[in-house]
């Protein structure tokens, strides 16, 4: 079992370590973006030792051709852990942490309450007129789910 294989069956079994890892993660987040350099120190900080350029194999495999994009039904994967651009979301090591965290950061600019997001600048950054999510943060909480509904 490889050290990154190691890694993820820990956060995905280990409610308290995955939360751990978040917190450190959040810690080290600029701007908003999270790094595969910023995802080697935090895994290292929990006593894994995952190189940069690990995570960042991890995350183009993780990614779906065009081809594979065009297969999914109705543009989205028939697993709930899987966003409609093929990232796995509630997966830290990959790429969104949360469903908001898709709302907020997928390639297309899709909104949750429809459309593309509004944009409208603040003085920290970008807000969505419409959901308003920052758009410059990351969604370590969900407020919405995975077809757009928001989570209260």
């Known amino acids: 079992m490889t050290e990154l294989t190691r890694f993820k069956n820990a956060i995905d079994n280990d409610m308290n370590l995955r939360l751990q890892y978040l917190k450190i993660l959040d810690g080290l987040m600029v701007g908003g973006e999270v790094t ?3 995802t080697s120190v935090a895994a290292k900080k929990l006593g894994f030792n995952i190189s940069a350029d ?4 991890e995350v183009q495999d993780a990614k779906l051709s065009e081809d594979e994009l065009n297969s999914v039904n109705g543009g989205v994967s028939s697993f709930n852990n899987h966003a409609p651009d ?3 979301v ?12 898709y709302w907020i950061n997928n390639d297309g600019n ?16 970008k807000m969505c007129l419409k959901c308003r999510l920052e758009i410059h943060e990351r969604g ?13």
């Open 36 to 38: 595969p350099e910023m």
């Open 54 to 57: 690990d995570f960042k194999n």
């Open 86 to 88: 093929g990232r796995k």
């Open 90 to 101: 509630g997966c830290p090591y990959q790429f969104y942490f949360t469903w908001t965290d």
């Open 110 to 125: 899709y909104c949750p309450v429809g459309g593309v997001h509004d944009f409208e600048d603040t003085s920290e950054g």
């Open 140 to 152: 370590l909480i969900d407020i919405y789910d995975r077809i757009g509904k928001e989570i209260k």
